[in-house]
T-cell receptor
Framework: GAGVSQSPSNKVTEKGKDVELRCDPISGHTALYWYRQSLGQGLEFLIYFQGNSAPDKSGLPSDRFSAERTGGSVSTLTIQRTQQEDSAVYLC????????????FGPGTRLTVT | AQTVTQSQPEMSVQEAETVTLSCTYDTSESDYYLFWYKQPPSRQMILVIRQEAYKQQNATENRFSVNFQKAAKSFSLKISDSQLGDAAMYFCAYRSPIPVSSGDKLTFGTGTRLAVRP
């Protein structure tokens, strides 16, 4: 079946502009995660959605970052007033939820803020 | 908070040879999961192998195996009979048990870039 998809694949934006990154999880997966991968760094957790529960936003670096998940499926990560330090690859993952289940990753969106 | 350390930014191996990638972690929890992920240039993270901390037996998946030393908090990955397709970034990751105090997330190391020489 189809894997996790993300769009756009690449995004170049000017400093101060808002951007939206989209994630389509695997059908039936109740858990969805966003991670950020800065150059030369590992992946940094941003936010986690599980079913209808309140999301875990503990990894969001500032109030310029927000995310929503509509209908328990598609998720959008929004970055307002982008800064150059926001340049990174943003990866989305989904899983069936629970400790036994693997997280399946999408190909990511490379964001460049000029 | 848990931390994951990969002290080898880059490694190189001759095709068909064996290479070991190192990973150490810090946690106060007794039950958890450890993972190795592969990230090729396509950027998509691929699960290579997983280990449950309560299992003493080291996990094995074909040419990939781990050396899990719980007391030392060490989790190394051994790749046998290396192939050109193994060239990638490799990330070690930690996952807390559920119910969790830190949410259901993966904590990653900074990665090791593996080159395979033909």
């Amino acid at each position: 079946g189809a894997g996790v998809s993300q769009s756009p694949s690449n995004k170049v934006t000017e400093k101060g502009k808002d951007v939206e990154l989209r994630c389509d999880p695997i059908s039936g997966h109740t858990a969805l995660y966003w991670y950020r991968q800065s150059l030369g760094q590992g992946l940094e957790f941003l936010i986690y959605f599980q079913g209808n529960s309140a999301p875990d936003k503990s990894g969001l670096p500032s109030d310029r970052f927000s995310a929503e998940r509509t209908g328990g499926s598609v998720s959008t990560l929004t970055i307002q007033r982008t800064q150059q330090e926001d340049s990174a690859v943003y990866l989305c993952a989904s899983s069936l939820g629970g400790r036994a289940y693997e997280q399946y990753f999408g190909p990511g969106t490379r964001l460049t803020v000029t | 908070a848990q931390t994951v350390t990969q002290s080898q930014p880059e490694m190189s191996v001759q095709e068909a040879e064996t290479v070991t990638l190192s990973c150490t972690y810090d946690t106060s929890e007794s039950d958890y999961y450890l993972f190795w992920y592969k990230q090729p240039p396509s950027r998509q993270m691929i699960l290579v192998i997983r280990q449950e901390a309560y299992k003493q037996q080291n996990a094995t998946e074909n040419r990939f195996s781990v050396n899990f030393q719980k007391a030392a908090k060490s989790f190394s990955l051994k790749i046998s009979d290396s192939q050109l397709g193994d060239a990638a970034m490799y990330f070690c990751a930690y996952r807390s048990p559920i119910p969790v105090s830190s949410g259901d997330k993966l904590t990653f190391g900074t990665g090791t870039r593996l080159a395979v020489r033909p």
